[in-house]
């Protein structure tokens, strides 16, 4: 049972240019979430989705997209990387949505050049 | 929206003594406050949580408080160890889509 599963784990990006990281789950959860970690900042809402089909901006969309075609996948786009972008990108789900426990991916570490 | 103030930022605590981190909440319609564990180069785990129907819940070393008049809630660690060393943060939810996180607190516990 792998969880949650994201790619990549490191990507370095010259500002400008695009990406996509995905997230995987096999634990059938409803609801998924892209969250950024900045030092100092917590956890911060980027974009989340209810079910198939479904998206929702969270916190701080600005400058990302996101899609679910698939119910046990959750992509976070970037279509015109800034510096202000670097960051630690998590990727979670959840069964019932913000009140059951969110399992998280391992991460990804984005450097925007 | 809901907002997550949690202090310290940062915690040093000598093996064995105990730990306390504290949260505020602003929403009062927020009703699940979960606490989740990062260790270096981790993912965030849930360690412990609470519902707003009970004002206390404890599992082994770790406890969390909830007082709803205050909208703050706690987490206290006692015999801390040097594996209790992360990153903690604190959360809340209204029962919505979201959660809301603090912005952590790195505990240190000195051998």
């Keep these: 049972n792998a969880g949650v599963t994201q790619t990549p784990k490191f990507r370095v990006l010259k500002t400008g240019q695009s990406m996509t990281l995905l997230c995987a789950q096999d634990m059938n959860h409803e609801y998924m979430y892209w969250y950024r970690q900045d030092p100092g900042m917590g956890l911060r809402l980027i974009h989340y989705s209810v079910g198939e089909g479904t998206t929702a901006k969270g916190e701080v969309p600005d400058g990302y997209n996101v899609s679910r075609l698939k119910k046990q996948n959750f992509l976070l786009g970037l279509e015109s990387a800034a510096p202000s972008q670097t960051s630690v990108y998590f990727c979670a789900s959840s069964s019932r949505g913000g009140n059951t426990e969110a399992f998280f991916g391992q991460g990804t570490r984005l450097t925007v050049v | 929206g809901e907002n997550v103030e949690q202090h310290p930022s940062t915690l040093s605590v000598q093996e064995g003594d105990s730990a306390v981190i504290k949260c505020t909440y602003s929403d009062s319609a927020s009703n699940y406050f979960p606490w989740y564990k990062q260790e270096l180069g981790k993912r965030p785990q849930l360690i412990i949580d609470i519902r707003s129907n009970v004002g206390e819940k404890k599992d082994q070393r770790i406890a969390v408080t909830l007082n709803k008049t205050a909208k703050h809630f706690s987490l ?31 505990l240190m516990v000195k051998p």
């Design chain 2, 76 to 106: 206290h660690i006692t015999e801390t160890q040097p594996e209790d060393s992360a990153v903690y943060f604190c959360a809340a939810s209204n029962a919505g889509n979201m959660l809301t996180f603090g912005g952590g607190t790195r």
